[in-house]
């Protein structure tokens, strides 16, 4: 069961009460969007960190001054999160901002404003897994179980911001136009650069090939996990536990394959595919 404590359910979705309240939903129900927002979406665990590395370099001419000294919380937050009110107004445009929520709950504001969407997808196993290794070391969300017990919450949508399906179909259905860039993190961990450089056109932004190899260098995990504003070392012990497992944790595509069983596989594929089935949404890696 999951604790009344460490989450609230809102819409029907579990989000931790560390970070949401609320007061924070208001903000994100009423929040006034303008035309140039640019707003990366994730379901949790997809690349979320990873966004809000790469935006602020790319919209600053690979200027490494905010990712180096801005927390990424602050940098680029989450619409839904407490945090942005103290930091909204700090922000530059084009604002940055990442949420974790399905279309179906995004403000009546967001679609009548020309705002733009970076959506990025992740293979749900390899979410699973992340989450998994998360749920140990945050002490905010419960604990995981062991890991065929994860696997059924997460089949369920008992876990944060509910079922993946629901996510990915509630934004791949999007009726937005040339206002979403859909991009996966397999594409990413393949290829960096050639999908900074989508993202770039994306955002009507140019950079020197110089710059894009060095915002690419340190866009890298390795390089990533040694930056304290993006790897939350800045966060107590007590509430992230790094010992137990590094947020930046391994940063791979596939890893499933070292946690699922033939069995478990086969229940979550007829799972994911059962709920997918009939939107016309593939993804690189159904053919796996
Ligand atoms: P793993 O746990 O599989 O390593 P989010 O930011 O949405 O919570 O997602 C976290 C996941 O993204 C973690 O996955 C983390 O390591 C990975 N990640 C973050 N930055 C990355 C990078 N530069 N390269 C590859 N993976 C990265």
């Not at 935006?55 to 942005?84: A, C, F, H, K, Q």
């Not at 397999?186 to 009507?204: A, K, N, S, T, Y």
């Not at 915002?215 to 107590?236: A, D, G, I, R, W």
Request: proline share 6%; hydrophobic share 40%; aromatic share 12%.
């Amino acid at each position: 069961m999951v604790s009344q404590e460490l989450y609230l359910c809102y819409h029907g979705l579990l989000l931790p009460n560390i970070a949401h309240n609320e007061e924070s939903l208001n903000f994100f129900e009423t929040f006034k969007f303008r035309d140039d927002d640019i707003l990366a979406v994730t379901y949790p665990k997809s690349g979320t960190t990873w966004m809000q590395e790469m935006i602020p370099l790319l919209l600053n001419g690979g200027d490494l001054t905010p990712v180096e000294s801005v927390p990424n919380w602050d940098r680029v937050p989450w619409l839904e999160e407490t945090r942005i009110a103290h930091v909204v107004d700090k922000l530059s445009s084009p604002r940055a901002m990442v949420t974790h929520m399905p279309l179906n709950l995004m403000p009546p504001a967001f679609f009548s404003s020309k705002a733009k969407v970076i959506y990025i997808a992740r293979n749900p196993k390899d979410v699973l897994v992340s989450s998994y290794y998360f749920h140990q070391m945050a002490s905010f969300l419960d604990d995981p179980g062991t890991f065929e017990e994860f696997t059924d919450k997460f089949l369920a949508g008992q876990v944060l911001f509910g079922k993946w399906t629901e996510h990915v179909k509630s934004w791949k259905n999007a009726d937005l136009g040339d206002r979403i860039l859909y991009i996966t993190y397999e594409e990413l961990i393949q290829d960096l650069r050639g999908v900074l450089q989508r993202m770039l056109g994306f955002l009507g932004r140019e950079l020197s090939d110089d710059v894009l190899n060095q915002v690419t260098e340190h866009c890298l995990f390795k390089n990533m996990k040694q930056n304290k504003m993006s790897n939350y070392s800045l966060v107590p012990s007590d509430i992230m536990d790094s010992n137990k497992s590094p947020f930046l944790r391994k940063g791979i595509a596939g890893d499933w394959k070292n946690h699922f069983s033939p069995e478990l596989e086969a229940k979550f594929n007829a799972v994911i595919r059962e709920e997918i089935e009939g939107t016309g949404i593939r993804f690189p890696w159904d053919e796996e």
